[in-house]
Structures are given as C-alpha cells and as structure tokens.
C-alpha cells in the first residue's frame, strides 16, 4: 500500500522544540498571572480602576508629547495673537484710564507706566506685572489693577503718607512713616514738620516714633531729631532748646518720661537753659547761654573787693604806724 510523504512536515526536534517553548510559554503566563494576582489583592482599588489609572497616564503622557511639540512650532503664540486681534477688533482693547485714589502724588506718573498699554487687547494685559510696575513708585503704598470692559483699565491707590523730612547734606527729602523716601522738597514748604538729621536715621524713622510715644505731651513740641553716631537722639524743641538723651531705648525713652515729669512741675521748656544733658541715670546738666560769662564777671568782682579790702587794710595799717611815729 502506498504512502504519501507530505513535504514541509516538522521533524522531531522541531516539534519538541516547539512543545517545550509552548510549555515556557504558559509557566510565564501562569507566573506572570500570579504575580498580578498578588499584587491586585495589595491594591485599595480594582482592576477596573487601574486600567483606568494606567489610561490616564498614558493620555497625559501624549498630552505633554503633543503640547511640547506645538510650543516648539509656536501654534500657542499665534492662537494668543489671533485671539488678541479679535478681541481688539471688538472693541476690547485699552482705550481709557481710570486712576483712583490719588491725592498728592503726580497723577502723571501713573499715566508714563501705563501708556505702553493703550490700544492693547483686554485679553492680553499682564495685570500682575503692571502693579509691580506701579508699586515700584515712591508714593504709591500699594496699587491694583483690574479690567472694566470692554475698554477701560482701572487703577487703584494707595498712597503713603508724608511723616516727616530727612535732612541730607545736598537736599531735604520728604518720607511717610516707615522712613521710605518720596519726595525732594523746599525749605520753605518743609517749615512746621518734623525734621530728621543723622546717618542712618532713615531707618530709625519707626523707632523714634515709639520713643516720642513715651511722653505724648512733649512729641508736638519736637521740632527735630538728631540720630548721633549710631546710638542715639538729641530732641531739638520749637523753643530752640535741645534734649540730649542717652543711648538705649528703654533708657531713653526713661529720660524723655522724666524730662516731661520735670517740664510739667518746673516749665523747663521756654526758660533760659539751653540744653539739657541726661546721659547721666542719677543726674541733669543744664546750659545756660552766658552763664559762664556771669560767673566769671562776678568771679572778677569778688576778685576786685578782695584786692581792694586788702589795699585799704594795708594803708591803714601804715596810717597808724605813721602816727605812733
């Protein structure tokens, strides 16, 4: 009986080979299998939930791919710019300004920061990066900027107030509270308020003010403040007359207490001392214009009757010599 040979038929090693790669196959899946089978019951959630977690991530993956590529086209830029021509079409675009709270300051620094905006879209103002701008101004505390469609940009101030002035050695300059430089100003407009002399007193603005704090009755009267050497303050009065107090700010402020104590009972302020020294804790010195001057003439006049007293007695003597003679 006939055989029929097939050509192309496996040879014994092939199909071994093949049955024993198949049964590799299905321990790594078998063992695969359990290994995502243990790590599912450690799991909080189902495997539902992570297919849809490992999705998420792979979206967001594409997503970032997908951005990148664009920004590096620049597709992002030309949308913003379309989108800005459109809205400037529209009529939103920066037409008008609305400035408020301004009292003191020049109102036409604001408009010098903000004049780069006009006929700019709504849609593309950096909000943020205006009020940096503006609060970089000597006068303005703070400042906010917002939109007022479809064509108005609306500031608002908050203005520092005028404190007192700082006396430099080529100007005077006027400062708000916490000692921050506004202005230059005239002598003549600067009459009347408190002025601030010394290196460095423009950041020893806040503690003066605690100082003078400490007797309420006398701050009115202070007319100038001298920060001297680092260390501390001379109080000049409207009356002329200085204050010298000693360093430390409990102390000093201790000196100035005492100071207004003595005022109330004996009218220091207005008299004829000059200045008192209060450096010493258990003691006051005073100046007195020309009280040395009166010492001394009177020095001179005891001198003289001395002289004289002892002229007169001598010629007595002799006197009397001459007549038992």
Do not use: C
């Not at 529209?90 to 109102?107: C, D, I, P, W, Y």
């Not at 006929?119 to 103002?125: E, S």
């Not at 002598?187 to 010394?198: E, P, S, T």
Request: glycine letters at 8%.
């Amino acid at each position: 009986m006939a055989q029929t040979i097939k050509r192309g038929g496996k040879g014994v090693r092939r199909a071994a080979a093949a049955r024993n790669t198949q049964r590799k196959v299905q321990t790594a899946r078998q063992q695969t299998g359990s290994l995502l089978d243990n790590v599912m019951l450690w799991l909080p959630f189902g495997e539902e939930t992570l297919h849809k977690i490992v999705m998420t991530f792979v979206l967001a993956v594409a997503a970032a791919i997908v951005w990148t590529v664009a920004v590096m086209a620049g597709i992002p830029a030309l949308a913003t710019e379309q989108a800005a021509i459109i809205a400037s079409d529209a009529g939103f675009k920066v037409s008008h300004l609305e400035v408020r709270g301004v009292n003191r300051m020049n109102e036409l620094k604001i408009y010098e920061r903000i004049l780069g905006q006009n006929d700019r879209a709504m849609t593309t103002l950096d909000l943020g990066g205006l009020r940096d701008e503006l609060n970089q101004l000597p006068w303005v505390k703070d400042a906010r900027v917002s939109r007022k469609l479809p064509d108005t940009l609306v500031i608002d101030i908050v203005e520092r107030s005028p404190h007192a002035v700082l006396r430099k050695p080529d100007r005077m300059v006027l400062i708000d509270e916490t000692g921050a430089e506004l202005e230059p100003i005239k002598k003549d407009r600067a009459k009347g308020m408190l002025v601030l002399a010394g290196p460095g007193v423009g950041q020893r603005v806040e503690d003066l003010s605690h100082l003078l704090e400490a007797a309420p009755a006398l701050k009115p009267q202070v007319s100038e403040a001298e920060w001297v050497g680092n260390r501390r303050w001379n109080l000049t009065f409207k009356t002329g007359q200085v204050l010298v107090l000693p360093e430390g700010d409990e102390k000093a402020a201790g000196a100035l207490l005492s100071f207004a104590r003595m005022d109330g009972v004996n009218r220091l302020l207005g008299g004829k001392v000059a200045a008192f020294d209060m450096r010493a804790p258990d003691r006051i010195y005073m100046r007195v214009p020309g009280h040395a001057d009166e010492v001394a003439e009177e020095k001179r006049t005891v001198d003289q009757a001395k002289a004289e007293a002892k002229r007169a007695k001598a010629n007595a003597a002799a006197d009397a010599k001459s007549d038992e003679g």
